[in-house]
């Protein structure tokens, strides 16, 4: 059973406009989130994390938004540019407090059109 | 130091070999995990090892053996594998303060081909 779930496989968005990517949960237990972008054959890199106790963190051209009633996330990426092209992966820490683990979802891969 | 260096890069070993791959960082972090990733699918949690001591085991075969030499290494030892663990095996780590904001760090992983 999917606890972090991100339904579009793919996103093509043109450079210099708006990315959205979205993330669902399950699980309300979740407090916390993180992006990660990847390439292929590299590990993740942490982007932008979020609190369940805030709504929207923001950091430069990344912002997370969270609506817990919803048990939706997504991340904004404005502008887009070409090497913001890559496989996001939504995660959510899992509940327990301490060393947990993060619980992944199975990634949108975004791609920036010239 | 804010990496978390993975050894070797790249490992291709048959059914019958022993091998071990390994995880390093200096950032004084406590808590450390080694993931699965398969193709096209999201990373996958193994093993957790929260200050040396192994804390979570996702039900991992055991022909999959985590080693916690000190707070620094991570060891993943191999043995009798079948061609179906070939993956990307990535190591991360973080600070186990719950509560804290969590800063997650990833290897670069080890591409594990299994012959």
């Known amino acids: 059973d999917q606890q972090v779930k991100q339904n579009s496989p793919s996103l093509s968005v043109q450079e210099g406009r708006i990315s959205i990517l979205n993330c669902d949960y399950t699980?309300?237990?979740?407090?916390?989130f993180l992006w990660y972008k990847k390439y292929p054959a590299e590990g993740p890199t942490f982007l932008i994390s979020?609190?369940?106790?805030?709504d929207k963190n923001e950091d430069g051209r990344f912002t997370v938004f969270l609506n817990k009633s919803a048990k939706h996330l997504s991340l904004h990426i404005v502008p887009s540019q070409p090497g913001d092209s890559a496989v996001y992966f939504c995660?959510?820490?899992?509940?327990?407090?301490?060393?947990?683990?993060?619980?992944f979802g199975k990634g949108t891969h975004l791609i920036i059109q010239p | 130091d804010t990496e978390v260096t993975q050894t070797p890069k790249h490992l291709v070993m048959g059914m019958t070999n022993k091998k071990s791959l390994k995880c390093e960082q200096h950032?004084?972090?406590?808590?450390m995990y080694w993931y699965k990733q398969k193709a096209k699918k999201p990373p996958e949690l193994m093993f957790v090892?929260?200050?040396?001591?192994?804390?979570i085991n996702e039900s991992v075969p055991s022909r999959f053996s985590p080693e916690c030499p000190n707070s620094s290494l991570l060891n993943l030892h191999l043995h009798a594998l079948q061609p179906e663990d070939s993956a990307l095996y990535l190591c991360?780590?973080?600070?186990?303060?719950?509560?804290?904001?969590?800063?997650?760090?990833f290897g670069s992983g080890t591409r594990l081909t299994v012959v």
């Open positions: 995660a959510s820490r899992r509940p327990g407090g301490g060393a947990d683990g993060l619980t």
């Open positions: 699980n309300s237990m979740f407090d916390y």
């Open positions: 979020i609190s369940s106790i805030k």
């Open positions: 950032m004084g972090h406590r808590a």
């Open positions: 090892y929260s200050y040396e001591k192994l804390s």
């Open positions: 991360a780590s973080s600070q186990d303060v719950p509560g804290s904001p969590y800063g997650y760090t």
